[in-house]
């Protein structure tokens, strides 16, 4: 709680956050680098699931793609 009303709760908790800081940090650094990568897989899917999905609207309606799909399915043109 601080300085002046520490209780055992808080020095159990800066002895976990001492241990955890010297022995956990390649730990942390290995999930940061795979969510780094995680996250740039799925923008590149994503981006090409878009693309695609506008390809096939393009060729298969009379929309001229996605956003013109969904414009004209918002505003009721």
């Known amino acids: 709680m601080g300085l002046l009303f520490s209780d055992a709760g808080d020095d159990q908790q800066a002895a976990l956050m001492q241990n955890m800081s010297v022995g956990m ?26 693309s695609v999905l506008d390809y096939f609207i393009f060729n298969s309606t009379e929309y001229k793609g996605l956003f013109d799909l969904l414009i004209n399915r918002l505003t009721g043109g």
């Open 25 to 50: 940090t390649w730990q942390f650094r290995y999930m940061r680098l795979r969510w780094l990568v995680i996250s740039i897989i799925c923008f590149f899917v994503g981006g090409l699931a878009a």
